[in-house]
């Protein structure tokens, strides 16, 4: 199985220059001189890729989460430290989701 993205080679003006390619060859970004420009565009790309809209497990509510570890959204994360005295750093995409208020 290929990888989704990948730093190429790429001819521009006769020069040998680097860009980022999906998984079927096709150049999805600019092109860059040093091949070290390519590889931190790539980053982003493969974050992007991993990123699904998920529910969160302590509200249900959705959110865009980076992957299968994250899985609480930033609401929930935010109260959860705050209950343990902990400063928990937001890393979902997108909007924050208000808290939900216990049932009376």
Request: glycine share 10%; with cysteine; aromatic share 4%.
């Amino acid at each position: 199985m290929k990888p989704p993205f990948r730093v190429v080679p790429v001819k521009v003006d006769g020069r040998t220059r680097h860009a980022v390619a999906d998984g079927e060859g096709r150049v999805v970004s600019a092109s860059y001189d040093h091949a070290a420009h390519a590889a931190q565009l790539l980053r982003g790309f493969e974050r992007r890729a991993r990123q699904a809209r998920r529910a969160c497990l302590c509200c249900g509510e959705g959110f865009k989460s980076e992957g299968a570890h994250h899985r609480l959204c930033d609401a929930c994360r935010r109260r959860g430290a705050a209950l343990h005295g902990v400063a928990v750093q937001a890393v979902s995409v997108g909007r924050a989701v208000p808290p939900r208020r216990a049932p009376t």
